[in-house]
């Protein structure tokens, strides 16, 4: 089962199987989500650079052909 873990935008599961490997899992580098970008940085108080997820599940409801998200982040970065 899954630990619920508080974080600055809410509440988070935690998976065990990384908790086992990781121990540690508020590093941001062994997060795990299934969302259409990935965090592949992070300075924290300055920025977080996002990159488009390959293997995001969603589509566009219009046209389903097409898979989301659309816009690719890589390489830019946005203040927080």
């Known amino acids: 089962m ?3 873990h508080e974080v ?7 998976n065990p199987d990384a908790v086992k490997q ?3 899992v508020s590093d941001w580098h062994h997060a795990i989500g299934t ?8 300075v924290p108080s300055s920025s977080a ?9 969603g589509h566009d ?12 982040y ?4 946005h203040d927080t």
């Open 49 to 57: 650079t996002l990159i488009k997820n390959p293997n995001y599940w």
């Open 61 to 72: 409801e219009r046209h389903p052909q097409n898979k989301l998200p659309y816009i690719d």
């Open 2 to 4: 899954e630990t619920m």
């Open 35 to 42: 969302g259409p970008f990935m965090l592949k940085d992070f």
């Open 8 to 14: 600055s935008l809410g509440l988070c599961l935690e």
């Open 22 to 24: 990781w121990g540690d």
């Open 74 to 77: 890589n390489q830019i970065s």
